[in-house]
Each structure stands twice: as structure tokens, then as C-alpha cells.
């Protein structure tokens, strides 16, 4: 069965970065793309951007151009999100998805706080 | 960006009455035949789950009780009869163009 599994919850500071896993199971990696959303505490849910694993190639939502960076590893079937210059603003739980054609499943979310 | 416009924010329906949520786009999200508009539910604490992808087409198994519709600019999801188990906020997505943005959200309660 289709499973993602996100690496577990983070805490930062202020200014640091952290990178969050997604390791995929159940199906060839290589063939879905793989999106992201942020989800901060209480609001509705933000789409990051997403990476063809196939490729590399990768697509962001303007608002998070500089704030993430995408990547996978093929070899490990594992999609990556690495988030720099954090701030109290960037705490929220953080989903990957595969997509299809629309967001089929979901990761468990890896939550991510900043804090000094 | 599209902007997706979801009403009602909230709303209560009783078990068994049809519950219906709207999602209105700023500009066309339809193309070549399609309309890339797609229906998740979310409980709390939970992952979002996929109810309707491409405005009308029942995720793999999804109950029946869901369905999608629209075109345009204006897009609905039904629930009939809306059970216990529905209660969740329910968010529309749009896939026509870069970015991929997300609904403000519709919490429903079941009465």
C-alpha cells in the first residue's frame, strides 16, 4: 500500500534551517510528483511547490522561492524539504503529497517550531 | 495567483440533510474540456484526505454520498446525507496554473 513518512517533529531557531524527510513506499517513486503544503497552527493549508523525482525539476510557489529548497533521492525513494532563514512565521506542521492528478495521499505531517 | 473563494466559512447541517459548500475561483480554472478543481477533507490533526479531483470525479473509495460539480469560475461539493463522521473543514484547490492554491476552508458541524 501507497505509505509516506515524514521524518519527525523539529525544533530551530530563529535563523537556522532544518530539513524534513518524506520516504515513499508502495509505489515507483520516480513516477508521481511530489507536492507540499504548509499548514500553520489554526489556518487553512498552503501549497510550498513540488519536485518530479524523475527529473529533479521543481516548481515553487513565488512566496516560498526562498524560503524552501526541494530534492529527492531516487536511490531512497525520499523527497526532501529544507527550510533556511526560519522564523516564528514558518512554524507549522509541513505535509508531502503525491500527485497524480490531484493530492491522492498524505504524509503525516512533520511539525516544525521556532523558537528561541 | 487564482484566488479561491470558499462559502460558506462554517456551517451546521443535521444528520442525514445534504450539505452544500461553494468554491468560486477569480478567473476561469476550466480548459480543454476540464476543470482543474479538486476537494479535500481535513479533521483535526489529521492529513488532508482527496474527495473529488478534476471538479467531479470520485477519488477511489470515497463514499458516494460526495459528489463535485462546476465549471468556470464556480464550483460545488455536496454531501448528502451527511453522516457523524463528516464533520471536518473541507478545502477546493485549484491545478490550472502555477501556483496551486487552496480555499479558505468550510468547517462543517453535524447537528
Known amino acids: 500500500q501507497v505509505q509516506l513518512q515524514q521524518s519527525g517533529a523539529d525544533l530551530a531557531k530563529p535563523g537556522a534551517s532544518v530539513k524534513m524527510s518524506c520516504k515513499a513506499s508502495?509505489?515507483?517513486?520516480?513516477?508521481?510528483?511530489m507536492h507540499w503544503v504548509r499548514q500553520r497552527p489554526g489556518q487553512g493549508l498552503e501549497w510550498i511547490g513540488y519536485?518530479?523525482?524523475?527529473?529533479?525539476?521543481?516548481e515553487y510557489n513565488q512566496k516560498f522561492k526562498d524560503k524552501a529548497t526541494l530534492t529527492a533521492d531516487k536511490s531512497s525513494s525520499t523527497a526532501y524539504m529544507q527550510l533556511s532563514s526560519l522564523t516564528s512565521e514558518d512554524s507549522a506542521v509541513y505535509y508531502c503529497?503525491?500527485?497524480?492528478?490531484?493530492?491522492?495521499?498524505w504524509g503525516q505531517g512533520t511539525s516544525v517550531t521556532v523558537s528561541s | 495567483d487564482i484566488v479561491l473563494t470558499q462559502s460558506p466559512a462554517s456551517l451546521a447541517v443535521s444528520l442525514g440533510q445534504r450539505a452544500t459548500i461553494s468554491c468560486r475561483a477569480s478567473?476561469?480554472?476550466?480548459?480543454?474540456?476540464?476543470?482543474?478543481v479538486h476537494w479535500y477533507q481535513q479533521k483535526p490533526g489529521q492529513p488532508s484526505k482527496l474527495l473529488i479531483y478534476?471538479?467531479?470525479n470520485l477519488e477511489s473509495g470515497v463514499p458516494a454520498r460526495f459528489s463535485g460539480s462546476g465549471s468556470g469560475t464556480d464550483f460545488t461539493l455536496n454531501i448528502h446525507p451527511v453522516e457523524e463522521e463528516d464533520a471536518a473543514t473541507y478545502y477546493c484547490q485549484h491545478s490550472r496554473e502555477l501556483p496551486y492554491t487552496f480555499g479558505g476552508g468550510t468547517k462543517l458541524e453535524i447537528k
Open positions: 503529497a503525491r500527485w497524480p492528478y490531484a493530492m491522492d495521499y
Open positions: 508502495g509505489y515507483t517513486f520516480t513516477n508521481y510528483w
Open positions: 478534476l471538479a467531479s
Open positions: 478567473k476561469s480554472v476550466s480548459t480543454s474540456g476540464y476543470s482543474y
Open positions: 519536485i518530479n523525482p524523475s527529473t529533479d525539476y521543481t
